[in-house]
């Protein structure tokens, strides 16, 4: 438990939580769950981003208003209506900020989760930015979890990921210790995506997925602070390791390259090869120009059109892939591109490149 002293505090007055819990009981009382944590990454206030960016939002509609602000967090309650082409969607949620982590707390269905909430945090990108936890976080916040709470939990159902992201479905109708899917997973080299979790007496409830959404099925907020805090602890460490890595701000205009490495040969396979730059085909808002592919190598240019971020990916051996910043290249940008190699590729680490 030395590592749960040490994750960051988070800030959140009685009242504060006062009202969450009560947005929370009203929705359970009109049979309303589960109730949803979206992660989000804000580089400002929350609040003040929307309204500099509330003209991109003509189809959408806010109400809200701050129930509560110290130094260090807010809570604001917000109601949102967007019209789409065939129908109109309209829910509530709060939006809770500590720091430069934004958790939205919502009841709300999927679409407007997809719809509303998570268009809403596009628009305001690179400002606010959309990040994610590995399968490796997941465990390591069960790990958490259980040690805490002195509860042993037990996994109901899972959502696998293989080789280019392709989804896999695990369902236990007889309880399995967490640990067994994790395992499992690993030995069919395959990774978490989501996983549904209850503790034995079925006082805990709740799922975890790696898009940073907490679905919490039984128990209050509070509940589950340790997991919350160990999400802003990772968006703060991605958030970090990502930043000044353009050119413009290293010295001499000096390279920071990062790798993803991979545990075995992949890309000594042309099909692989030409899956992966099929993949970074169909990486949103992007220009890309292929410079080369051979055996095993690839040398890849990218073009981000939402920031105008320029980086490259290239194969270094035939097992890792590096990616290099170059004069102008935002975190945003690197953290939504390693997104989507880890969700459409494969899950890895990600780390600073040491080579030549």
Known sequence: MAFASSLPNIDLPFSMEMAINYYIESKLTEGKMPIKIISLISTDSFVHLLEENMMKFYDVKFDYSTIEETKTASLTRFRMKRKLPVNELEDTFFAYQNGNIVFIITCADKLFINSGIFYMAKKMYPKVIISYITSKDIENILELFESSKKHDLFYRNTVRKKLFGKKETDIKYKYGHYKEAFNEARLNELWIDRIEISSKDEKFHFELSRDGVVKILKGLFRDYFLIFRYISYK???????????????????????????????????????????????????????????????????????????VFTVKSYSSDSIIITPQISTTEASLMRFTKHLLDNFRETSIVNFEGN
């Open 235 to 309: 968006y703060k460490d991605k958030f970090d390791f990502f930043s000044n890595r353009s050119r413009e701000y290293t010295p001499d205009y000096s390279v920071r390259p990062i790798k993803l490495p991979f545990e075995s040969s992949l890309f000594y396979e042309k099909t692989i090869r030409e899956q992966f730059i099929e993949v970074i085909s169909k990486y949103p808002h992007c220009n890309y120009s292929v410079n080369y592919i051979g055996n095993p190598h690839f040398h890849v240019n990218i073009f981000d059109k939402l920031d105008y971020s």
